[in-house]
């Protein structure tokens, strides 16, 4: 009974009512969408205990850094630049990284979810935070809902390596914690 909580049905039932409200408005036609979501809610459950296995198994990501409509676990990975969290939560643990990687620049965004980045206290870290309709919160806890904000941790030091974040939260949390 996963699937009820996921974000891939949550999503399927706005964008079905999305599309029955244009099609109201544009074109006159009524189609009974909670009608069809609770038949196809019976299909479902009963396809799921006849074969007896759930349907989202694993998350579903769109690509390697991408989590979407579900929940997941990532680690550093140094060939990794980008990570997004869509209509999910994510959990992104950045403690692989070292400064033998000199000054190494990623992309964290979050839209219509939550990802929690946990680095250690001892990395010196640079987060340039964008934050629409949305929180982003800091180790030193501040908080940024709406606009630009630049964090730099303690261990920081300009022109020495560090973990530079691009910070992006559109109608979603990030968190940053050590």
Do not use: C
Not at 19 to 27: C, R
Not at 127 to 134: Q, R, W
């Amino acid at each position: 009974m996963g699937f009820l909580f996921s974000g891939l049905f949550w999503g399927s039932v706005f964008i079905l009512i999305g599309i029955t409200i244009i099609l109201k408005v544009v074109f006159d036609i009524e189609i009974p969408v909670f009608r069809l979501i609770f038949g196809f809610l019976f299909i479902l459950i009963g396809i799921q205990i006849l074969f007896g296995k759930p349907f989202m198994k694993r998350p579903f990501h769109a690509g390697e850094g991408d989590v979407m409509f579900t929940e997941g676990r990532q680690h550093f990975n140094p060939a990794q630049k980008e990570y997004n969290t869509i209509f999910g939560k994510n959990n992104l643990d950045l403690s692989g990284w070292n400064e033998k990687s000199g000054i190494f620049r990623i992309e964290v965004n979050t839209i219509f979810g939550n990802t929690r980045v946990q680095i250690p206290e001892k990395i010196p870290l640079k987060i340039k935070s964008d934050t629409v309709f949305g929180n982003s919160l800091f180790p030193d806890q501040s908080v940024n809902g709406f606009g630009s904000h630049i964090y730099t941790s303690q261990s920081f030091k300009e022109g020495k390596p560090y973990l530079f974040i691009e910070l992006n939260t559109v109608f979603g949390l990030s968190e940053i914690l050590n």
